[in-house]
């Protein structure tokens, strides 16, 4: 089996995933930070997978691309910690 690297993130796709994260809701999802101190209710998508699920949505909506953007390409791309977004200055 052939694995197929991924290309660098490139400079649209980056400006996309800052539009998405600039977004309170978003942001918090993708930080960990939309379950704090709330109840779960049924049906609610408060996980970090549904948030790198909307952001690929997301980006492949607004950046016109060769290649269609995966959740692997977007967990690859992002931080696992807001700190770390602040040190690549993402946001």
Do not use: C
Not at 18 to 43: C, H, S, V
Not at 45 to 53: I, P, V
Not at 72 to 88: C, G, V
């Amino acid at each position: 089996m052939e694995r197929s690297k991924r290309a660098a993130t490139s400079r649209s796709e980056r400006m996309a995933m800052l539009e998405f994260l600039r977004i309170p809701e978003n942001f918090a999802l993708l930080t960990g930070q939309a379950t704090k101190g709330k109840p779960m209710k049924g049906g609610q998508k408060l996980t970090r997978s549904h948030g790198l699920a909307r952001l690929v949505e997301y980006v492949n909506a607004v950046v016109p691309a060769v290649r269609p953007w995966t959740t692997k390409d977007a967990k690859s791309s992002l931080p696992n910690s807001p700190t770390a977004m602040k040190d690549r200055k993402l946001l």
